[in-house]
């Protein structure tokens, strides 16, 4: 199964654009990238994710690298009620998700 | 509002005692599934179902249950709780097989076994 590394920690500026990274080194072709985010102790929220091309929504965009090894989670616009734990997370192709630890986000005013 | 509800939101029990973590959907979905979190961690998979009567194992199946005899309803069954299943369990539920990786997910339940 691929595995996911992510920094354990990362402060940023409210108002500044957050950009969170992921290693996936592993990943194989057909399997996609999910990103979570977990507010305190509430059930995760869906962000984004991707496969090849880059993604933009409302909540974020995710920048995958070429050779799909990495990728970087960015929201734009920084606010207070952005500070949570993002889960980088490679999908299984059995139906599962691999959850690892998550970055803590930490938005500063 | 479309939303993945669970009962209790916190509970404490004893050893051995039967208990059952409900979660219900409003939304149609056909897949759900259960998580458990233990502190620093992610989440682990317990169960997942991705539809009536279909449920499969997680990652950490031992010491649960699970049944889905309709498509909102997918409760978690502890037969003979212990201090190690103390946790926060986590409920979800996705459209279909096909979006499982988007999943809605339930408030929490806050398990103490004594």
């Known amino acids: 199964d691929a595995k996911t590394t992510q920094p354990t920690s990362m402060d940023c500026a409210e108002g500044r654009a957050a950009n969170l990274p992921c290693n996936h080194s592993?990943?194989?072709?057909?399997?996609?990238v999910y990103w979570y985010r977990q507010i305190h102790s509430q059930g995760p929220q869906y962000i984004i994710h991707g496969l090849k091309n880059n993604e933009t929504n409302e909540m974020a965009s995710l920048i995958i690298t070429e050779d799909r090894k990495s990728s970087t989670l960015i929201l734009p616009h920084a606010t207070l009620r952005d500070t949570a734990v993002y889960y980088c997370?490679?999908?299984?192709?059995?139906?599962?998700?691999?959850w690892g630890a998550g970055t803590k986000l930490i938005i500063k005013p | 509002e479309a939303q993945v509800t669970q009962n209790p939101r916190y509970l404490i029990t004893v050893t051995g005692k039967k208990l059952t973590v409900t979660c219900s959907q409003n939304?149609?979905?056909?897949?759900m599934s259960w998580y458990r979190q233990d502190p620093g961690l992610g989440l682990r998979q317990i169960y997942y179902?991705?539809?009536?009567?279909?449920?499969d194992k997680g990652d950490v199946p031992e010491g649960y249950k699970v049944s889905r005899k309709e498509k909102r309803n997918f409760p978690l069954i502890l037969e003979s709780p212990s201090p190690n299943q103390t946790s926060l369990y986590f409920c979800?539920?996705?459209?279909?097989?096909?979006?499982?990786?988007?999943?809605?997910f339930g408030p929490g339940t806050r398990l103490t076994v004594l």
């Open positions: 979800a539920s996705s459209l279909s097989v096909s979006s499982y990786n988007e999943q809605f």
């Open positions: 179902s991705m539809n009536v009567e279909v449920t």
């Open positions: 939304m149609n979905h056909e897949y």
């Open positions: 592993t990943i194989s072709g057909n399997e996609y």
């Open positions: 997370i490679v999908a299984r192709s059995n139906y599962q998700l691999i």
